[in-house]
């Protein structure tokens, strides 16, 4: 009984282990979401004021929660790539945070059910 019940542990703590792994690979990670835009300036003589396919743009829009407040933040097209790879790493992240927070209640629940 014991031998397996350790056998099954030490799977789990591989399985962290492989988590942990994982999330030291991603470099940058960013919250939020990215909005590609076209606007009008304003003018009533630019063909942007009369053709919406004239609108200026694209702008890149990064919106994320700080603080319980939206920040919105205009971006460069080299920025825009980079916050777009940042945000799916941090959903990534997230996925692999949730499995590694599941792990570790199983590998502690465990352990209090055997005394
Ligand atoms: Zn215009």
Not at 57 to 83: C, N
């Amino acid at each position: 009984m014991a031998k397996k019940s350790d056998a099954k542990r030490k799977k789990i703590e591989k399985e962290i282990e492989a988590i942990r792994r994982k999330i030291m690979e991603f470099d940058l990670v960013c919250p939020g979401t990215l909005t590609e835009r076209y606007n009008t300036c304003g003018n009533p003589n630019c063909r942007c004021a009369r053709d919406p396919s004239a609108r200026h743009g694209p702008y890149y829009d990064w919106t994320r929660r700080e603080k319980g407040r939206f920040v919105h933040t205009l971006m460069s097209p080299a920025q825009a790539d980079e916050i777009e790879r940042a945000i799916a790493n941090h959903k990534k992240v997230l996925e692999l945070l949730a499995e590694w927070r599941r792990k570790s209640a199983q590998l502690i629940l465990d352990k209090k059910r055997r005394k």
